[in-house]
């Protein structure tokens, strides 16, 4: 099982700019896909992006396309998550997560990071 963290969380304003990290380690990162999804109070957890395991298949959550870009470094077992022009819906905790395929669906979805706060103030 691959081991995620994530990092690059905090507090930013309306319009403002976010970079999210997901350091994996263990089994071999390049073997899967990995995606984003976030959880806001009260809500479910839900689907942001995903990145197949060569980057050359990505889906976006129509929420965030066109703010939002995933992508990754399989030589460093990072992945990322680059949020621009962030609004005050986008606040939640941001997860990553690895699965065999690349899906919009969480229960594809076998490892997951601990997560990390993004606020977003107006």
């Known amino acids: 099982q691959v081991q995620l963290v994530e990092s690059g969380g905090g507090l930013v304003q309306a319009g403002g700019s976010l970079r999210l990290s997901c350091a994996a380690s263990?089994?071999?990162?390049?073997?899967?896909?990995m995606g984003w999804f976030r959880q806001a109070p009260g809500k479910e957890r839900e689907f942001v992006a995903a990145?197949?395991?060569?980057?050359?298949?990505?889906y976006y959550a129509d929420s965030v396309k066109g703010r939002f870009t995933i992508s990754r470094d399989n030589a460093k077992n990072t992945g990322y998550l680059q949020m621009n022009s962030l609004q005050p819906e986008d606040t939640a905790v941001y997860y990553c997560?690895?699965?065999?395929?690349?899906?919009?669906?969480?229960?594809?979805?076998?490892?997951w990071g601990q997560g990390t706060q993004v606020s977003v103030s107006s």
């Open positions: 997560a690895t699965a065999p395929v690349t899906s919009l669906l969480r229960a594809q979805y076998s490892s």
């Open positions: 263990g089994h071999r990162f390049s073997n899967y896909a």
């Open positions: 990145i197949s395991w060569s980057g050359g298949t990505i």
